[in-house]
């Protein structure tokens, strides 16, 4: 990235108080509250825990970037810096690369009974120090603290299922087609991964990447997002106490086109993994065509949540909700578009609003908080760009539709009915606590709107038909399909897209074929 670049992005970031003074006067910006609760005690329980780390990690050293140069990390909810980290770039990344290929060779070497009791250390460690993550989630990232902890959790069932997992990776024996040879498949680990993860989710994405690769024998560097990068660290800090060994978990962070290029132009990274924008992720299929690495993409969604007017309301009530409001509606596989039959329309949205209301915004350190800020000022104001959108082209807002009396980057949790295919709010991803009612007659009419994206992640479909459940399932073109559930995602269940929401897929048995080579051995001249 140009720094120029790089300095806007960073701009965005800083929050209300920061933003330039031209900005600030067109976004309606509420001035920063402050806040009552207590991030210092929380970051003094972190270092404490010795989890507060705050530089790179590079063959087992933790290390500042070699131009010295450092980005501040700030909590979403107050604007407070937390901590500088290094910007790195190309050379630490070049470094960081070729460690992680030394280590290939003895890491991939070991058994993998050994390589599965470093990763269940890895996991333990983790779950003994749940609370210094999820706070350090919090702080960082915005979301509820218990919303963090349920991160922490889900983050660590990926090393502990691919610790298990790493103990069968079988190959195959094919009957031959010569009766004096024997043809065999090995699976091999593919070599140094690149993986460069969001901020959304800054343990889970990391460890769903992380876990499968190490369980096989790669080795990998690891680039968290900017805004998220104290989570990264702390969790590779319990990695080295497991026993990961120095070298097969690196981690980099800062200039990101840079780091991404570094990646991309070593001949030593045989795959990238990627979760993140679908912008993103495409120049980084493009980037890896030159060294024809292997990639897996999990990128954007846009998920339909179609509630039919034989739903059990409660029960899509509850369902869409939490699809919607997860993260503040900041996550890939978040409901973005509700899709409600006509004759439940009214019932659902007086329902659905009651639910809403109940939801109490706030900083994620106070316990009552089940909505926190968004990231920045730019996803308020992209938020704000689709409402605008939205209104002047016919929906009316139900609920909320503006900023949050607390100021930074709160939003209010809104409600948005009728809209329409040619809204932002159809056709794209608002990663916002936002919730659109689009009103539908038919089956097939809910099938083919739900469909009419280039998107292709997660969808909810609410219905008490049994045949129904199957057949709108089978016909939506996405990877991941909830019925009468709003919340799906596990660690035994393959979770990635069709169409541009990416490819490949993470965690499961099929998570770990991702970190994979197929070897074919014809064995001659037996007879
Ligand atoms: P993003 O802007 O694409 O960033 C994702 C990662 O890519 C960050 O680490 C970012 O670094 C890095 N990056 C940015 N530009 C890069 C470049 N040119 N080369 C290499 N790396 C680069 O996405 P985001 O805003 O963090 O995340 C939100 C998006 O992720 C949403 O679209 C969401 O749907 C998607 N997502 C998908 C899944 C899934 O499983 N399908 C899960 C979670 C999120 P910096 O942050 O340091 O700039």
Not at 203 to 221: E, H, N
Not at 250 to 256: D, E, H, S, T
Not at 406 to 431: I, Q
Request: with cysteine; charged share 20%; net charge neutral.
């Amino acid at each position: 990235m140009a720094m120029a670049t790089m300095a806007m992005r960073r701009a965005v970031a800083l929050g209300a108080r920061h933003i330039p003074a031209a900005a600030a006067a067109s976004s309606r910006v509420v001035p920063l509250r402050h806040m009552s609760t207590d991030a210092g005690a929380a970051m003094e329980k972190i270092r404490a825990a010795g989890l507060l780390r705050t530089q790179g990690l590079i063959a087992g050293k933790w290390v500042d970037a070699y131009d010295g140069k450092t980005i501040e990390v700030q909590n979403p909810a107050t604007g407070e810096v937390l901590a500088n980290v290094p910007c790195m770039g190309s050379r630490e990344t070049s470094d960081a690369i070729a460690s992680a290929h030394s280590t290939f060779y003895s890491w991939s070497k070991l058994t993998a009974s050994e390589r599965s009791k470093a990763l269940r250390k890895w996991y333990d460690l983790i779950i003994s120090h749940k609370e210094e993550p999820a706070l350090l989630m919090t702080l960082e990232q915005g979301k509820p603290m218990k919303e963090a902890l349920g991160e922490v959790n889900y983050g660590a069932s990926f090393i502990e299922y691919f610790a298990e997992e790493a103990k069968r990776i079988y190959g195959d024996i094919i009957p031959p087609t010569l009766s004096d040879r024997r043809l065999l498949v090995l699976k091999q680990p593919v070599g140094v991964v690149g993986a460069i993860t969001p901020w959304n989710f800054p343990l889970a994405m990391i460890t769903r990447k992380v876990g499968p690769a190490l369980a096989c024998g790669c080795s990998v560097v690891v680039k968290p997002s900017e805004f998220t990068p104290l989570t990264a660290l702390a969790a590779a800090d319990l990695a080295l106490q497991a026993g990961i060994p120095a070298g097969a978990l690196n981690v980099v962070m800062g200039n990101a086109p840079e780091i991404g290029d570094a990646l991309l132009q070593s001949t030593q990274v045989r795959k990238i993994t990627f979760t993140g924008s679908t912008a993103v992720g495409k120049k980084l299929m493009a980037g890896s065509a030159n060294t024809v690495k292997k990639v897996s993409l999990e990128l954007g969604g846009n998920a339909p949540c179609i509630v039919f007017d034989d739903a059990d309301i409660d029960v899509a009530v509850k369902g869409s909700l939490a699809a919607k409001f997860r993260n503040s509606g900041q996550t890939c596989v978040c409901a973005n578009r509700i899709l409600v039959q006509e004759g439940i329309y009214e019932k659902f949205a007086t329902a659905f609003i009651k639910a809403v209301q109940s939801l109490k915004v706030g900083n994620g350190l106070e316990e009552s908080t089940s909505q926190g800020p968004l990231i920045n000022e730019a996803a308020v104001q992209k938020v704000e760009k689709f409402i605008n959108d939205a209104t002047s082209k016919g929906a009316n807002v139900m609920l909320g539709g503006k900023r949050h009396s607390l100021g930074m980057s709160f939003y209010e949790p809104t409600v948005v009915g009728n809209v329409s295919n040619d809204m932002l709010l159809f056709r794209e991803e608002v990663f916002g606590p936002v919730a659109p009612l689009i009103p539908f007659k038919t089956e097939e009419e809910a099938v083919h709107m739900a469909n009419d994206t280039n998107a292709g992640l997660a969808a909810y479909i609410f219905t008490k038909s049994i045949p129904r459940s199957w057949r709108v399932s089978e016909s939506l073109e996405y990877g991941l399909v909830g019925v009468n559930e709003g919340i799906i995602s596990t660690e035994v269940a393959p979770f990635g897209g069709v169409k541009q929401s990416g490819l490949g897929r993470e965690g499961s048995k099929y998570g770990i074929d991702e970190y994979l080579e197929l070897k074919y051995i014809c064995m001659g001249n037996l007879g």
